[in-house]
């Protein structure tokens, strides 16, 4: 059964850093795209980055030039780190798996981890 374990979620000040982890069991991480994704209280879930097997990147513009996503296969292990953070980035974030990757369009998969809170207070 695949499983994705986020974690890293907390408090922070704006202007502040968080670097979430997303460990996945299973064959479904590896060679595989990856992405996060975040969900802001009474808003609809959005692609945050996402990352191809090879580790080629892509960002939404709100995150671009603050947020890096990294793979370490041999881990099984995705990390989004966040610096530079702001009010507006509060949300559940989540890790998926199972996606495609079609040039830079990223289809969501699957596998969802149970997401891990951030914060980010003015």
């Known amino acids: 059964q695949v499983q994705l374990v986020e974690s890293g979620g907390g408090l922070v000040q704006a202007g502040g850093s968080l670097r979430l982890s997303c460990v996945a069991s299973g064959s479904i991480f590896s060679f595989r795209p990856l992405a996060w994704y975040r969900q802001a209280p009474e808003k609809q879930r959005e692609l945050v980055a996402d990352?191809?097997?090879?580790?080629?990147?892509n960002y939404a513009d709100s995150v671009k030039g603050r947020f890096t996503l990294s793979r370490d296969d041999a881990k099984n292990t995705v990390f989004l780190q966040m610096s530079s953070l702001k009010p507006e980035d509060t949300a559940v974030y989540y890790c998926?798996?199972?996606?495609?990757?079609?040039?830079?369009?990223?289809?969501?998969?699957?596998?969802w981890g149970q997401g891990t809170q951030v914060t980010v207070s003015s």
């Open positions: 990352i191809s097997a090879g580790g080629n990147t």
């Open positions: 998926n798996a199972g996606g495609t990757l079609y040039g830079n369009t990223y289809s969501q998969g699957n596998y």
